[in-house]
């Protein structure tokens, strides 16, 4: 008998409930409650629970997902968060790597560090670039700080020393002598959050999980407690970025590892999705009330990286935020959402985001006073929405509120009607996620050409047959349960823990006993983790090698075998270097050394394949439910559009574009010129015409 699963997923305005029970798949959605998002998460719950006639003891295991560490970072709504580092290095933090993200901009704005200069407190201490100790850990000096942080009110406490990730001696000793007389603020050591080289990007993603520890343990913890008070029994899981599920203790000590945990389950969800229709390559576009994710799908698995940065202040340009080094489900994250607001710029263009009117007040037609206009106002005056059974009729909205926002923030200045001024913001939001999309896919080397887009979200539905045409996609599918994605991703996702250790290495001269010692506890640490989450599961492991040619600046991952490496794998892991940095840079170089620099390890459960959906259609045939005026984006033409029940639907029988397919969580638009179908899993294939 299959357990009973629940998921949960809080965006920036709805909060995303899935329950697996027998095989079968129940979804919901609630608006989020920004001041105490458990309480979203209660409703939520306790809703679905009512409707598959559950208690909550019938549950077996909760996975939760949530973008609270990235909203707190972004927002600077953190801990006081103080940095010690080594002495002379205080200022890594605002120095950077020197380089800027737009040369030729001579007023560049650069993201401020979470932690201020007063309190990033250097210590004499000094380790060489291969773990030896240069100077010894000052611990009077440490101790001389403890007054300090008492008198500064100090939160949380990050440590960063130069060369620990190599050997940690300085850093242990420094939380040992922290914790004795600082026993209630929690301490964040380098060397364990991101024990790699570049030490920009280790304090900068040590600083982080230090600034959000507090408040997302304190999240925690209340969420866990109100489970409990609900009669959950069950263990609770995190979804983590890089695509694995880890525990409590896990998310609670290393929260930086959630900063993209609901896109990580969206870009899952999209990748089972393919995995079902059978086709290897995908684009998965996650479209919320806050933002929109773009994640490019390989042979069913997402994209990844190592890195990734938070909190941009340079839309769509790599090196304008701050760089966190963990391990990541790569994708572009636009804020292009339902709520996203509009306005007229200094130059009388049409903006759209990256500002959200989020859940509380929400956009203007939620009637819950928000008075700027939004995507959301924008879809509602163009006939896209139904303001009597949005949301499944529990959310009515309010067509007279919308149109006095658009006219207020767009349409008296431009001299548009409303209409005109719905259709300018609809346009340019779809124009920011095509754009954004396409860059995401040029700077991975990649191209759209026979892909396909899995759209889900609340919005992506509503908005992916107008990407698609931007971009340049003919099909699109829209799988059940789309509204509410990202959380049916988190039942899909495996148990999973990754550990990395930066070790350098020339391969003409490797140390492979060392190697091979370091990967032993490597593997120990990640199955370590993995089994207190699932103790006893079968578990598959990949490992990497990080290798460059000698003199370069970025380094490319490299498969290794699994198992004790051995002379004679010299020659096998070269030839695998040159294979994979000929698919990056297409010529290789003659002659050249190669270098190591960081051994990476994953462990994670297997996860069975989820059960198949199955088609709710019933209906004999395809017939609408009712007619609405629309006006279409691509043309601005006003006309009858057919509107739809989804679970009405019968699988095989095309519908022809312009339609509307209506569901309780989002709407799929048929625009002119495609054709939907329901297949036998309950999923919209739409496709569109030959082009001429």
């Known amino acids: 008998m299959q357990r009973t699963r629940l998921a949960v997923d809080i965006g920036g305005t709805f909060t995303d409930v899935a329950l697996e029970h027998e095989g079968r798949l129940s979804t919901t959605k609630v608006l989020t409650t920004p001041s105490a998002p458990e309480q979203g998460v209660k409703e939520g719950v306790a809703a679905i629970l009512s409707a598959a006639g559950l208690a909550a003891e019938d549950v077996a295991i909760v996975i939760h997902g949530t973008t609270l560490a990235t909203n707190a970072i ?41 932690v201020p200069r007063h309190l990033r407190l250097p210590v004499p201490e000094r380790l060489d670039n291969e773990g030896r100790v240069r100077a010894p850990l000052d611990e009077s000096a440490v101790r001389a700080l403890i007054p300090l942080l008492r008198r500064e009110k100090v939160e949380s406490i990050a440590v960063g020393y130069l060369h620990a990730f190599v050997n940690p001696v300085h850093e242990l000793r420094t939380r040992e002598i922290l914790a004795a007389e600082l026993p209630d603020i929690p301490i964040s050591l380098a060397c364990e959050v991101s024990p790699e080289m570049r030490e920009w990007e280790r304090f900068s993603t040590t600083a982080a999980n230090a600034y959000v520890q507090p408040f997302m343990e304190r999240y925690l913890r209340r969420l866990e407690s109100e489970l409990r008070g609900m009669g959950f029994r069950a263990p609770i899981f995190l979804m983590l970025s890089g695509g694995g599920i880890a525990t409590m203790e896990t998310a609670c000590r290393f929260p930086i590892r959630m900063i993209e945990s609901g896109p990580a389950g969206g870009a899952i969800f999209a990748a089972e999705v393919a995995r079902q229709c059978t086709l290897p390559r995908v684009v998965s576009f996650d479209m919320g009330g806050t933002t929109a994710k773009i994640c490019l799908v390989d042979e069913y698995r997402p994209q990844t990286a190592r890195s990734c940065e938070v909190a941009r202040v340079g839309r769509f340009k790599k ?87 658009l006219a207020a923030d767009v349409g008296l200045e431009l001299e548009l009607d409303h209409e005109m001024a719905a259709l300018g913001i609809v346009e340019i939001v779809d124009e920011n996620m095509a754009n954004a999309a396409r860059v995401h896919a040029i700077e991975s080397g990649k191209t759209f050409e026979g892909r396909t887009l899995i759209a ?116 096998t892991i070269r030839a695998a270097y040159e294979s994979e940095y000929a698919k990056f840079y297409d010529r290789l170089v003659p002659g050249a050394e190669i270098e190591v620099l960081s051994y990476e390890v994953t462990v994670s459960t297997l996860v069975p394949e989820g059960p198949k959906a199955v088609a709710n259609g019933g209906g004999s045939d395809a017939e609408p439910v009712r007619r609405r005026r629309v006006r279409d984006p691509a043309t601005g033409t006003v006309a009858e559009w057919t509107v739809h029940d989804r679970n009405a639907l019968t699988v095989g029988k095309p519908i022809a574009g312009p339609a509307i397919i209506a569901e309780d969580e989002t709407s799929t638009l048929v625009a002119p010129r495609w054709t939907a179908e329901l297949d036998a899993s309950g999923y919209i294939h739409l496709t569109r015409e030959a082009r001429q």
């Open 319 to 405: 090196g304008s935020g701050l760089p966190l080094r963990i391990p990541v489900i790569e994708m572009v994250e636009i804020g292009a959402g339902g709520g996203s607001l509009a306005s007229v710029d200094a130059m009388g263009r049409i903006a759209v985001g990256p500002e959200s009117a989020g859940a509380d007040p929400g956009p203007a037609c939620y009637g819950r006073g928000g008075v700027r206009s939004s995507v959301t106002d924008a879809n509602l005056l163009l006939g896209r929405y139904d303001p009597e059974a949005f949301a499944g009729g529990t959310l009515a909205l309010n067509t007279d509120a919308a149109r006095t926002a």
């Open 456 to 571: 889900f979200g609340g919005g992506g539905p509503v908005h992916a047959t107008r990407l698609a045409e931007k971009v340049g996609i003919d099909r699109v599918i829209v799988p059940s349960g789309a509204g509410v994605g990202s959380a049916i991703g988190f039942l899909r996702a495996p148990f999973g823990y990754n550990v990395v250790r930066s070790f350098y290495q020339r391969l003409g001269r490797p140390d492979l006993a060392a190697v091979n010692a370091m990967f032993a506890e490597m593997v120990e640490e990640a199955e370590r983790v993995v089994a207190q989450g699932n103790p006893g599961a079968p578990v598959a492991q990949v490992r990497l090698a990080y290798m460059r040619y000698v003199g370069q600046g970025h380094e490319i991952p490299v498969p290794l075998p699994l198992r004790r490496l051995q002379a004679d794998d010299v020659a």
């Open 74 to 114: 972004i927002e600077r709504k953190g801990a006081r968060t103080a940095l010690i580092t080594t002495e002379g290095h205080r200022d890594v933090l605002a120095l950077r790597n020197e380089s800027r993200y737009d040369q030729y901009d001579l007023n560049i704005i650069l993201p401020e560090p979470l």
